[in-house]
């Protein structure tokens, strides 16, 4: 869809074309009288009048702003842009009787602009859809009413009613009802996500079926939304060296043009006597150096692989980091809640001679009835059913050990190896990696449940993917060895380092940078506090946007919004296609206006040839950088 702007300028350009075709078409037509600029004498005292009027018609409807623009910008000392250039160039082409010329030259080149402004208004509007994230109001439940304010105003802990159909206005979690909720816009995911009581909600979701309830976790200053908005408000503030090199590209590069045509003009003129031909050649020369395609081409692709991560819930904080994405030759991993999901279950069970898997895992789920922890929790999921209470009695927690207590009357421990051997029960060591949890009834060894994080269902493709680029995989983690050279294994790491504090990761990363090459690029990936530091120290830092830590999503330079690492290899893909895009347009660009410049001041094309080289390949290069907004590789 086109904006009123857009519109205008489309119309503009149909007037302007009609006038120039009706210049060219319309038959000459004779009178018996001189009309001064509008006649050209003819045989026998009669005039024919000439179809300037037509010619200037359309050349004022369709440059009347590109030569306001060059008069405005020469009064605040701008004078070397493309405005100048199409003045300098169109104005001396009427001067020299080269009238359709120049009327083409400003018509074509508002159509390169045109094309420009509707390309850059579709990648604006691929980062506006993920801009509708934002709420409007919050409903909050006060002194038994239900009141719509705004979400600043909400404060943490308060509850918060979300109907149907409306959008999370803060992240909280829910305490009363169940429903789906459509998580496309935080993660590029259709699917829909079930929550219910206990759930977390994040910002910007749009709640599909069912009432509900939430309690207040973040302000909204600090929810996932507001982290969102802003890191997609601040990404067009960084540029890529491409974008800097162009805009001191084109810095130079103007004058230098409009010095070169002026030397054209002038110095074989001198010598041959013949000004008419060589400042038609400089003008010529000029209409080719305009350096649109490139101005135009290479902003726009990185705008549009901004956009089209956005899209599928990457964010990229700028296009800078797009151009070290392509270029990245290492990624680092954190292990907890980046390669896994930070969540324990029940790995494998190991009973001891005459004991069956689920006797193990029923008295120990039983003995773990009461705890909270993590471990205790995965073995009563494990178990897969309802625990009756009243089978379970006198527990006691042994701080460091484990738990024990009466299960159908019988003492039951359940622990770790410092357990059994302070109850002195002997027990068979488990070499398998993980939290290894014994279990003994009355004194009798009944086996071992081993308890692991799992491995994301898209780490082992992501790594692979990583691999087969020909990037290198290392993993950091302050688990233990055992566990962290399991999970390697499993992924098909090519380095892990286990047992690390936060200290120690940012040794490790330091040592890993002094070893990649000069100019390759070292990616991290990790969702924690203590990941903040190594994040901030990698040339690019990746965070996990959707359970990852404020000070982890602010440090990072690249936030995958559903914690998927197969993102990260879609972020790769987006970023090389965006880089090659840029490379086609330079070399496209660079070496047509070399061609043509060439030409021109050999006098071996015309203005029209002139037009191509400068609009046409402007409006080639658009295309090719629109390209960007479909993010498929």
Not at 38 to 67: C, E, K, M, Q, V
Not at 176 to 189: I, M, P, R
Not at 596 to 605: I, K, S
Request: proline share 4%; hydrophobic share 50%; aromatic share 6%.
């Amino acid at each position: 869809m086109m904006t009123r702007k857009q519109k205008k300028t489309l119309i503009r350009i149909i007037v302007a074309a009609a006038l120039l075709a009706l210049a060219v078409l319309l038959p000459p037509v004779r009178v018996p009288f001189e009309i001064p600029l509008f006649t050209s004498r003819l045989d026998g005292g009669i005039y024919s009048i000439s179809p300037i009027w037509l010619y200037l018609a359309a050349y004022f409807t369709i440059g009347w702003d590109i030569l306001w623009k060059a008069i405005r910008n020469i009064g605040h000392g701008q004078v070397f842009d493309e405005n100048f250039l199409m003045c300098v160039a169109t104005i001396g082409a009427l001067v020299l009787g080269e009238i359709s010329e120049a009327v083409g030259v400003m018509l074509f080149y508002q159509v390169g602009e045109l094309f420009q402004s509707v390309a850059v208004g579709k990648s604006r509007r691929s980062i506006a859809q993920l801009m509708d994230i934002r709420p409007d109001t919050a409903n909050v439940e006060r002194d038994g009413q239900i009141l719509e304010v705004d979400p600043d105003e909400v404060a943490v802990g308060e509850i918060i009613v979300i109907r149907p159909g409306e959008k999370v206005p803060l992240d909280g979690v829910v305490i009363e009802g169940a429903s789906s909720l459509n998580t496309a816009a935080l993660t590029g995911e259709s699917a829909p996500r079930d929550v219910e009581a206990g759930g977390e909600l994040l910002s910007g979701c749009i709640n599909i079926t069912g009432l509900l309830k939430a309690k207040v976790t973040k302000e909204f200053g600090q929810s996932t939304v507001a982290k969102i908005l802003d890191l997609v408000e601040n990404a067009a503030s960084k540029k890529a060296k491409a974008e800097n090199f162009i805009t001191r590209f084109a810095r130079y590069y103007t004058p230098a043009v409009v010095f070169a045509a002026l030397a054209l003009a002038v110095i074989p003129s001198l010598i041959t006597g013949e000004w008419g031909m060589w400042v038609h050649r400089a003008l010529t020369f000029l209409v080719i150096s305009c350096p649109c395609a490139l101005v135009i081409s290479i902003p726009l692709s990185f705008f549009g692989g901004i956009g089209g991560s956005s899209a599928q819930g990457i964010l990229v904080k700028g296009g800078n980091y797009l151009e070290l994405l392509a270029k990245t030759e290492t990624v680092v991993f954190d292990k907890t809640g980046t390669l896994t999901q930070g969540v324990f279950e029940v790995s494998a069970l190991v009973p001891a001679p005459g004991v069956t898997e689920g006797e193990l895992l029923e008295c120990a789920a039983l003995a773990e009835r009461h705890s909270g922890h993590p471990i205790a929790q995965s073995l009563r999921r494990a178990l897969g059913r309802e625990i009756d209470p009243s089978r379970v009695a006198d527990v006691e927690e042994v701080p460091g050990h484990g738990v024990s207590a009466l299960v159908d009357g019988r003492r039951v421990l359940a622990g770790n190896e410092k357990l059994m051997k302070k109850e002195g029960v002997a027990f068979q060591p488990c070499a398998q990696p993980g939290t290894v949890v014994h279990v003994a009834r009355e004194g009798q060894y009944l086996g071992c449940a081993v308890i692991t994080d799992q491995v994301k269902p898209t780490a082992s493709a992501a790594i692979q993917a990583l691999r087969a680029g020909g990037i290198r995989t290392v993993m950091l983690t302050g688990d233990s060895e055992a566990v962290g050279q399991a999970v390697a294994a499993q992924l098909g790491l090519d380095e892990v380092h286990a047992q690390l504090l936060p200290g120690d990761k940012v040794e490790r990363l330091e040592e890993l940078l002094r070893r990649k090459r000069e100019k390759g690029v070292l990616a991290y990936v990790g969702d924690g506090v203590n990941d903040a530091p190594v994040l901030s120290r990698a040339d690019v830092g990746i965070a996990m946007g959707a359970m990852g830590s404020d000070a982890a999503i602010e440090a990072a330079d690249v936030v995958l919004m559903d914690d998927d690492p197969a993102k990260l290899v879609r972020a790769m893909d987006i970023a090389r296609k965006c880089l090659r895009i840029v490379r086609e347009n330079i070399v496209f660009a660079l070496g047509v206006k070399a061609l043509f410049l060439v030409l021109g001041a050999m006098g071996r094309t015309t203005m029209w040839g002139a037009v191509f080289s400068d609009v046409g390949v402007a409006v080639i290069a658009i295309l090719n950088a629109t390209r960007m907004l479909k993010t498929e590789a």
